[in-house]
């Protein structure tokens, strides 16, 4: 089942002689359940296409589908919405709150959104993410790693759609960025969660369903890697 269209994305900063294309018109679509990797050089888009998927950036012209939600149609209120209830983003540099502990690092998106905390979901993503005993911990008294896996954690509190990775694995060595795809794999395949990443690792991106690459703004390559049965 389709959740995820996207359909003649364009995106331009500038104008006249600093006019740059970042996107190109850009089209495709994702199944529920599936494991994308969009890969690319440097400054090739894949960055901007996903800040637009997820909301966070609006498109100059085409159309984003999540669930058969036209997604910019929404006034900036629902748009905020969408993307706390929607949309689970995990970046390269964590961007986790320095005075906040693990916990509330976590759970701060439910929060936002004016909402009681699921203490069973919050425990077993503790567990899942071997962070049960530090979860009083204050971001500096964590490794990259860990601090890693509560920007996955809270992502994923919200039981999002779809999640998105912006080089997850980019500040961290071999042992822990295996690590974390494997974090992402297991909610991908354990919640039937849409899991998006953006990676220059080839090792990363050959574990995924479907290899998406990206040059000067368009889409030159849409490979299937593996099958699954996907709802």
């Known amino acids: 089942m389709e959740l995820l269209k996207v359909e003649n994305i364009t995106k331009e900063y500038g104008s006249g002689s600093t006019l740059v294309k970042a996107l190109d018109d850009v089209s495709f679509s ?30 100059t012209s085409g159309k984003v589908y999540m669930d058969g939600q036209d997604v910019y149609a929404q006034d900036e209120e629902n748009l905020a919405i969408f993307r706390r209830r929607y949309v689970g983003l995990v970046y390269q540099f964590y961007n986790l709150i320095p005075v906040l502990n693990v916990v509330e690092n976590i759970t701060l998106p439910v929060l936002m959104d004016g909402r009681k ?34 920007s996955i954690g809270r992502a994923l509190m919200n039981a999002p759609s779809v999640v998105l990775a912006d080089e997850p694995t980019g500040n961290l060595d071999s042992k822990n960025s295996q690590e974390i795809v494997n974090l992402l794999k297991y909610s991908n395949i354990k919640y039937n969660q849409t899991l998006i990443v953006i990676t220059h690792d080839e090792s990363i991106a050959l574990q995924a369903d479907r290899i998406l690459a990206i040059e000067d703004g368009r889409i030159v390559r849409n490979e299937v890697l593996r099958k699954r049965a996907l709802s």
């Open 30 to 59: 994702v199944q529920r359940g599936e494991f994308l990797a969009i890969i690319g050089p440097s400054g090739s888009g894949k960055s901007t296409l996903l800040h637009i998927i997820g909301g966070v950036d609006r498109p």
């Open 117 to 150: 905390i699921n203490n069973e979901r919050l425990d077993e993503l503790l567990d899942v993410l071997k962070l049960s005993d530090r979860k009083d911990n204050l971001p500096n008294q964590l490794s990259g790693g860990q601090q890693q896996r509560v």
